[in-house]
Nanobody, 115 residues
Framework: QVQVVESGGGMVQAGGSPRLSCLAS????????MGWYRQAPGKQRELVATRTNGGITNYASSVEGRFTISRDVKNTVDLQMNNLKLEDTAVYYCAANTGTAFTSWGRGTQVTVSS
């Protein structure tokens, strides 16, 4: 099994550039991809960005060009968020894919964007 833990987040002013980090532990050799999802109040959880071991990335259209996902080592994933908007307020979850789906989830970290 794989466990993931997020760090970063908090209250940020609109236009700010916080960075989220995530560290996976356990059976990290099973990880094929890692990524970030988010859930805003009253909304369903949605994809933010993912990155495979081979470097293939996938971004939500709402964040493309503003957010960058990176994986310096296999069991970490960072999310650099730039030019934050009020609508980016959400709980951000780190996830790991150990097969065909993202099944290992962190507890989430709150990002609140203020004007």
């Amino acid at each position: 099994q794989v466990q993931v833990v997020e760090s970063g987040g908090g209250m940020v002013q609109a236009g700010g550039s916080p960075r989220l980090s995530c560290l996976a532990s356990g059976n990290i050799f099973a990880i094929s991809a890692m990524g970030w999802y988010r859930q805003a109040p009253g909304k369903q959880r949605e994809l933010v960005a993912t990155r495979t071991n081979g470097g293939i990335t996938n971004y939500a259209s709402s964040v493309e060009g503003r957010f960058t996902i990176s994986r310096d080592v296999k069991n970490t994933v960072d999310l650099q968020m730039n030019n934050l908007k009020l609508e980016d307020t959400a709980v951000y979850y780190c996830a790991a894919n150990t097969g065909t789906a993202f099944t290992s989830w962190g507890r989430g970290t709150q990002v609140t964007v203020s004007s």
